[in-house]
């Protein structure tokens, strides 16, 4: 079993920077597949990136692309969401995601493991 925990959410303007984390307890996460998803309210829980179990590939929502970085440290356990030139519309509650195995998934159906989430809440 993989806990995940998110950390790192708050409150921004417009125009800001966060980084997000998401630390792993119960397994090393060296061979998974991990993503981040979002879920604004009233909205399904949407896919932000991914980044398979090295970090030699990522993939992105077009949205994402050129403001957001994900990464991996395997040595720490721990996925990053780098978040800069944040948007009101990038507001939403945040997850990460474990998936035992190869590829950058962004399919949020084939993912083992969730995070309980973290806020972000950026103002205009």
């Known amino acids: 079993q993989v806990q995940l925990v998110e950390s790192g959410g708050g409150l921004v303007q417009a125009g800001g920077s966060l980084t997000l984390s998401c630390g792993a307890s119960?397994?090393?996460?060296?061979?998974?597949?991990l993503g981040w998803f979002r879920q604004a309210p009233g909205k399904g829980r949407e896919f932000v990136a991914a980044?398979?179990?090295?970090?030699?590939?990522?993939y992105y929502t077009d949205s994402a692309k050129g403001r957001f970085t994900i990464s991996r440290d395997n040595a720490k356990n721990t996925v990053y969401l780098q978040m800069n030139s944040l948007k009101p519309e990038d507001t939403a509650v945040y997850y990460c995601?474990?998936?035992?195995?190869?590829?950058?998934?962004?399919?949020?159906?084939?993912?083992?493991?969730w995070g309980q989430g973290t806020q972000v809440t950026v103002s205009s």
């Open positions: 119960g397994r090393t996460l060296n061979n998974y597949a």
């Open positions: 980044i398979n179990w090295d970090g030699t590939s990522t």
């Open positions: 995601a474990a998936r035992d195995g190869p590829g950058t998934i962004i399919l949020k159906h084939l993912y083992d493991y």
